[in-house]
């Protein structure tokens, strides 16, 4: 599985940006990805997940500011993309942010895929 990463950019504290991830290769058990993010100094952190089955989460730090959405929401064998709405946002929120795929997460050994980072960095 590849994924490419795009969207992010430079955004004054209070201003919105929208990630995306495709995903390509062997997608047909691809039932979860995500974004994480790591900030300078820190290590990397869960931001958001959704499921093939349209089951989101978030970090306590990005509910009710960040959204994250999927294609084909009435497709719940797999998963193909994967977007994440970034409003309200704050110095803190500067990092790099990584897109996952998990491939088979409900297998004893899932495979997992990291996309290339793109970088968010919200001026105060």
């Known amino acids: 599985v590849q994924l490419q990463a795009s969207g992010g950019g430079l955004v004054h504290a209070g201003g919105s940006l929208r990630l995306s991830c495709a995903a390509s290769?062997?997608?047909?058990?691809?039932?979860?990805m995500g974004w994480y993010r790591q900030g300078p100094g820190t290590q990397r952190e869960l931001v958001a997940t959704?499921?093939?089955?349209?089951?989101?989460?978030?970090?306590?730090?990005v509910k009710g500011r960040f959204v994250i959405s999927r294609d084909n929401p009435e497709n719940k064998i797999y998963l193909t993309a994967v977007y994440l709405e970034m409003n309200n946002l704050r110095s803190q929120d500067t990092a790099i942010y990584y897109c996952?795929?998990?491939?088979?997460?409900?297998?004893?050994?899932?495979?997992?895929?990291w996309g290339q980072g793109t970088l968010v960095t919200v001026s105060s």
């Open positions: 959704i499921t093939n089955e349209n089951e989101a989460d978030y970090s306590d730090s």
């Open positions: 290769g062997e997608t047909g058990s691809l039932n979860e």
């Open positions: 996952k795929a998990i491939v088979g997460r409900n297998w004893y050994e899932p495979d997992v895929y």
